[in-house]
């Protein structure tokens, strides 16, 4: 399919992008099929069909074929004399398939360990994912920590240490699109979610190589994160440590933990191969 064009009030011609959804490769009932299983989130784990349909933004008919074939695929399970659905182990097939085939991860999992070693603190390997970031490898430290991140876990990007290392080593105009795209919510009561004062910040991590954030996602909380570099200078991922300002401040951070972050990170670069 062709972009749409439509004229400005200055007489150029604006290129819309084209839903993907309207192309004729697009398969419906495949998108259908995913939004049942991510329906099953946060405090959504256990659901009737009718409740799976409304988390799905789906109609009770189609949601009803969907959930049969994911049961009989073993991907959802029924609960035991209840007309309830949850999520089957076969889901973490698919996990665990992304998590053996990263490289990165392999790479990176002897600094962590070495990092959480040396420091007693948990160290984390992280990735974009949009407007998120996802938790790809973690070590647990001595001291616990923020333990309901595991692997998988998402937090927004513009909020996180890792995130604004990351977008750091993109183009700026990246950075607008990024911030755009992000839900306007302050996760705690000193989120910064002024746009001007996001750009600034990443701005700063783009001169520093790295970037510290307190009390932005998590309160409490000081994370330190810096780049990872893959081929053609482009971020691929970044490491991190999180401590909790109750016995960390935000200058022993730049002086005890951002020496090892920024020693694993451009080890780990390919760059620096």
Same mark, same amino acid.
């Given at each position: ?24 490769? &697009? ?15 946060? +405090? ?17 008919? $189609? +949601? ?20 309830? !659905? ?17 490289? @990165? ?5 002897? !600094? ?22 996802? &938790? ?6 001595? !001291?616990?920590?923020?333990?309901? &991140?595991?692997?998988? #876990? ?33 996760? +705690? $009561? %000193? ?12 701005? %700063? ?10 009390? %932005? ?27 909790? #300002? ?11 933990? @951002? ?6 990170? +451009?080890?780990? #670069?390919?760059?620096?191969?």
């Amino acid at each position: 399919m062709r972009n749409r064009e439509t004229e400005t009030d200055t007489g150029t011609a604006e290129k819309n992008e084209v839903d993907p959804r309207e192309s004729s490769l &697009f398969v419906g009932s495949i998108a259908k099929t995913f939004q049942v299983l991510e329906a099953f989130r946060d +405090t959504h784990r256990e659901m009737s069909i009718a409740e799976i349909a409304r988390a799905a933004a789906l109609d009770r008919s $189609a +949601t009803q074929r969907i959930v049969y074939t994911l049961e009989n695929l073993r991907y959802v399970r029924r609960l035991p004399k209840s007309n309830r !659905y949850a999520l089957a182990p076969a889901v973490l097939r698919l996990s665990y398939n992304y998590l053996r085939s990263r490289q @990165l991860i392999d790479r990176a999992s002897p !600094y962590l360990v070495e990092m959480t070693h040396a420091l007693g603190e948990t160290s984390n390997l992280q990735e974009l994912d949009g407007h998120e970031i996802v &938790f790809i490898a973690r070590v647990p430290g001595k !001291y616990i920590f923020n333990p309901e &991140f595991a692997v998988g #876990s998402r937090l927004p990007a513009i909020y996180s240490a890792s995130g604004r290392a990351m977008l750091a080593r993109l183009d700026p105009a990246q950075w607008a699109e990024l911030i755009a795209a992000t839900p306007v919510a302050k996760i +705690t $009561a %000193q989120t910064e979610t002024d746009p001007d004062v996001l750009m600034r910040r990443i701005e %700063q991590a783009a001169k520093d190589g790295f970037a510290i954030v307190q009390n %932005q996602a998590v309160i409490g909380d000081i994370s330190v994160a810096a780049p990872i570099m893959g081929h053609g200078r482009h971020p691929i991922g970044a490491i991190n440590i999180a401590v909790p #300002s109750t016995r960390w401040t935000v200058g022993r951070v730049e002086a005890e933990l @951002l020496p090892h972050v920024l020693l694993a990170s +451009t080890s780990i #670069s390919e760059i620096s191969r």
